[in-house]
């Protein structure tokens, strides 16, 4: 299994649009962060979670040029908005729908953003379309299973993903924008090769778990790497690193994680 990290940044990217503080202004590339998604490739199988604003220049950078199944995780604006984007898959897919997995509240903001891409096909060569389904608490594919749990963020709920490779048994999880993780949650979890999970920034946030809020949580899955994402301009990626306790580290775009 192979986990790519396209973005790993929060709603207003790093750098902030007028911000000079000494992270915005870091030289560190690592420090450069876009909106918050994942590519998950499971025996070949390619799956993208969410769609940044920047989701073109994410594929364009990390060199994504093929997926079979998308998942919304919710409806946010960081989350949703590069959807259009997909446009080139359905083309690649011989102008067929993309079936988009997700939510209740996920479909209702799809539906609400992208009305002209609701069909089976496309209305035109170049054109996204999408055929919207919720995504089950088991998602059983020939290359493996993708489970999904709800997480509390702020007033909706968010799809929490445990990602299992069937021919190497490896276990992936992606915990992004909650405030909290639900036991049930937590008892998924346990038992993965990799966790992600959200951890803004040091300061506790109403939607979003906190870096001290995150590291109770991984003590508690206990896995053997355990990665923070949707970090902020308060979080300097060197600094944060050094901090950390062993087995906890900031993801930063670009990572690839071989599982």
């Not at 994504?64 to 590069?82: K, N, Q, R, Y």
């Not at 924008?177 to 300061?203: F, I, T």
């Not at 001290?212 to 790497?225: D, F, H, K, N, Y």
């Not at 930063?252 to 071989?258: A, F, T």
Request: overall charge negative; glycine content about 8%; some cysteine.
């Amino acid at each position: 299994m192979e986990v790519i990290f396209l973005g790993t940044g929060t709603s207003q990217g790093v750098p902030m649009i007028a911000c000079n503080c000494a992270v915005c202004a870091s030289a560190d590339p690592r420090n450069r962060r876009s909106r918050p998604s994942i590519h998950v490739v499971m025996d070949g199988l390619h799956v993208q979670v969410d769609a940044a604003p920047e989701f073109r220049l994410q594929c364009l950078r990390e060199r994504i040029e093929w997926l079979d199944v998308f998942i919304l995780t919710h409806g946010h604006a960081d989350h949703i908005a590069g959807m259009d984007d997909l446009r080139r898959f359905c083309d690649l897919h011989g102008g067929q729908a993309l079936t988009v997995y997700t939510t209740d509240e996920g479909m209702a903001r799809v539906l609400a953003m992208f009305p002209y891409a609701i069909a089976e096909r496309p209305v035109a060569k170049g054109y996204a379309a999408f055929k919207l389904v919720d995504l089950p608490p088991v998602l059983d594919l020939p290359q493996g299973t993708i489970r999904s749990t709800l997480l509390p963020h702020g007033g909706l709920n968010t799809l929490g993903l445990i990602f299992h490779e069937r021919s190497s048994g490896r276990k992936f999880v992606y915990y992004t924008d909650c405030k909290r993780v639900p036991r049930e949650a937590v008892e998924l979890a346990r038992g993965a090769d990799a966790v992600v999970l959200d951890g803004l920034r040091p300061l506790p946030h109403p939607s979003h778990m906190s870096i001290e809020e995150a590291l109770a949580v991984a003590r508690e899955i206990g896995a053997p790497a355990t990665w923070l994402t949707h970090l902020t301009h308060l979080n300097d990626h060197a600094e944060l690193a050094a901090a950390l306790p062993p087995g906890v580290a900031p993801a930063y775009d670009g990572l690839r994680l071989k599982l």
